[in-house]
């Protein structure tokens, strides 16, 4: 039989404390169930929950629980949302190439530096990019956007953003995951950044590393790193700002996501 939530839940520390991006550790586990979170996302797992972790994930591979009906459901509703939209109108608005195919329209959208072609019924990848749902799910979001107002240039953090209080622990995961995974070795995520294409900029004084991103077209993501001090037992520190706009593109879940790719492609 599938594992089910309130069994979940009886692994997990019950303490609330939201360092999984969640408000309960209950909130928590239904997403481990209904919508395949990962259980690793608890940085408080109890034995038993960390024994659990490969029994749920192979639970999700064979299509138990609701991880594959969640993503298809997702991705349906997606695509009935942007099935009415002209994409040779909105394709500018987006900073995407519009083109078609047998007759079916598809917008070309660079995404990490690889053009990814977009029907209203499937995503296409270049040869050799294994394909992600949950890519899909971000760039159908990117497109139900249709584009808005060009970058203002001015930077802000992600818990300035309307209701992303209870997210916000999550985002300071990832970035105090990247800063410790980088500390000491500024020379390897400069090497990184140059090969995701991340251009210098200068926004903050004292940052060592300054960089914009732009994995999608109208989303450009700063990153600032601040090197560890050993001396002044300092550790190394780095925050994502983004542009004051960015609202108008992507909602919050896809913003994370999008975080979380480029954390994973620089520490790749």
């Not at 695509?79 to 078609?100: H, W």
Request: a negative charge; hydrophobic letters at 45%.
């Amino acid at each position: 039989m599938p594992l089910t939530v309130m069994e979940v839940l009886k692994t997990l520390p019950r303490t609330n404390c939201g360092d999984c991006g969640q408000a309960t550790c209950l909130a928590f586990a239904t997403r481990v169930i209904k919508e395949g979170e990962e259980l690793t996302r608890c940085p408080h797992l109890t034995e038993a929950a960390q024994a659990m972790a490969g029994d749920i994930s192979s639970q999700q591979v064979a299509g138990g629980g609701r991880r594959r009906e969640s993503i298809a459901i997702a991705l349906e509703a997606l695509q009935e949302k942007v099935a009415p939209l002209d994409f040779a109108a909105l394709a500018d608005g987006v900073g995407a190439s519009f083109g078609e195919l047998d007759g079916c329209p598809y917008v070309g959208l660079m995404y990490f530096g690889q053009v990814i072609r977009v029907f209203k019924d499937k995503v296409c990848y270049p040869e050799g990019v294994e394909a992600n749902p949950w890519d899909a799910i971000l760039l159908y979001n990117y497109l139900a956007s249709q584009g808005g107002e060009e970058a203002t240039g001015i930077w802000i953090t992600y818990q300035s953003l309307p209701n992303s209080v209870s997210k916000t622990k999550t985002l300071k995961r990832l970035e105090a995951e990247l800063a410790a995974h980088f500390a000491g070795k500024q020379k390897d995520l400069e090497a990184a950044t140059a090969r995701l294409g991340g251009e210098p900029v200068k926004v903050a004084e004292d940052a060592d590393l300054q960089l914009v991103f732009r994995p999608l077209p109208k989303v450009p993501v700063l990153l600032l790193f601040w090197e560890a001090d050993p001396e002044e037992d300092f550790p190394a520190k780095l925050h994502y700002l983004f542009d004051g706009n960015v609202g108008d593109y992507l909602d919050l879940e896809s913003l994370l996501f999008l975080v979380e790719q480029l954390s994973n492609r620089l520490m790749a």
